[in-house]
């Protein structure tokens, strides 16, 4: 019965700790940009953005050849994300062998098969967010070619540097989503073992992400940058 309880109590504890950072980074990101990681590498991407569509012609290659380069990480990581679902999937119908023995917590049939629906689900997730970053990718591999000099705006007032950037950034927030699936997978894999390690991972997950996310640089030229694009945007 204690086993049990363990699930019961750590699981939902771990589960919080994971969810409860996301939540404080993105809202760090939201109002704090440049004192992320995510947050400065948007504003990076930007500038890198309007620098390749001030002349096309002349970067335009470059422009594409780097964008082709994060769909080609975009699509490695969909490939794994789908392969190991299915191999998952494939665990389930043969749930018969399980580590009983180096579990400890509930050893159930159903307990298992929730644990590794989990595992399946968070795969699942990551290769459909990467599928939608290869998509953004590829709308601005074509959108970052266009001379936006000689295109009038009264007649398209949508092709601008900033709503390529937009697409950009999108394309990159996907491919970061879908990595945090692949994040949140360790704790609910260890969780096959137990509450415990599972537990132990969501706190040591925390911990490394924490430095992962945060930059402790001096930011004074990304807010500059940012303000400048708020007053670019009013």
Request: charged content about 15%; overall charge positive; aromatic content about 14%.
């Given at each position: 019965?204690k086993?049990k309880?363990?699930?019961y109590?750590?699981?939902?504890l771990g589960?919080?700790?994971?969810?409860a950072?996301?939540i404080?980074l993105?809202?760090?990101?939201l109002?704090?940009?440049?004192?992320?990681?995510?947050?400065?590498?948007?504003?990076n991407r930007?500038?890198w953005?309007r620098?390749?569509?001030?002349?096309?012609?002349?970067?335009?290659v470059l422009?594409v050849q780097t964008?082709?380069?994060n769909i080609m990480?975009?699509?490695?990581?969909?490939?794994t994300?789908?392969?190991l679902?299915s191999?998952?999937?494939?665990?389930?119908?043969?749930s018969?062998?399980?580590?009983s023995?180096?579990v400890?917590?509930?050893?159930?049939?159903l307990w298992?098969?929730i644990?590794?629906f989990?595992?399946?689900v968070?795969?699942?997730?990551?290769?459909?967010?990467?599928?939608q970053s290869?998509?953004?990718?590829?709308?601005?591999?074509?959108l970052?070619?266009?001379?936006v000099k000689k295109?009038s705006?009264?007649?398209?007032?949508h092709?601008?540097?900033?709503?390529v950037a937009?697409?950009?950034n999108?394309?990159?927030?996907?491919?970061?989503?879908g990595?945090r699936?692949?994040y949140?997978s360790?704790?609910?894999?260890l969780w096959?073992?137990g509450?415990?390690?599972?537990?132990?991972?969501?706190?040591v997950l925390v911990f490394?992400l924490?430095f992962?996310?945060?930059?402790?640089?001096?930011?004074?030229?990304g807010?500059?940058?940012?303000n400048?694009d708020e007053e670019e945007g009013?």
């Amino acid at each position: 019965m204690k086993s049990k309880t363990l699930d019961y109590f750590m699981v939902p504890l771990g589960l919080s700790v994971m969810v409860a950072y996301h939540i404080w980074l993105l809202y760090r990101i939201l109002k704090h940009p440049t004192k992320t990681v995510l947050g400065v590498n948007a504003i990076n991407r930007g500038i890198w953005v309007r620098t390749m569509m001030e002349d096309a012609s002349k970067n335009g290659v470059l422009a594409v050849q780097t964008l082709r380069n994060n769909i080609m990480a975009s699509t490695l990581l969909a490939t794994t994300a789908i392969m190991l679902s299915s191999f998952i999937a494939l665990l389930m119908i043969n749930s018969g062998e399980r580590p009983s023995k180096l579990v400890f917590g509930d050893k159930s049939e159903l307990w298992f098969s929730i644990k590794i629906f989990s595992i399946l689900v968070c795969f699942l997730a990551g290769f459909l967010l990467n599928v939608q970053s290869i998509r953004y990718y590829s709308h601005a591999s074509i959108l970052i070619n266009v001379p936006v000099k000689k295109v009038s705006s009264p007649i398209h007032p949508h092709l601008t540097q900033e709503y390529v950037a937009r697409a950009v950034n999108r394309g990159s927030y996907f491919w970061s989503l879908g990595l945090r699936a692949f994040y949140f997978s360790f704790p609910l894999f260890l969780w096959i073992f137990g509450p415990i390690p599972m537990i132990i991972c969501c706190f040591v997950l925390v911990f490394l992400l924490y430095f992962l996310d945060v930059t402790f640089e001096s930011s004074d030229l990304g807010s500059s940058v940012a303000n400048r694009d708020e007053e670019e945007g009013t």
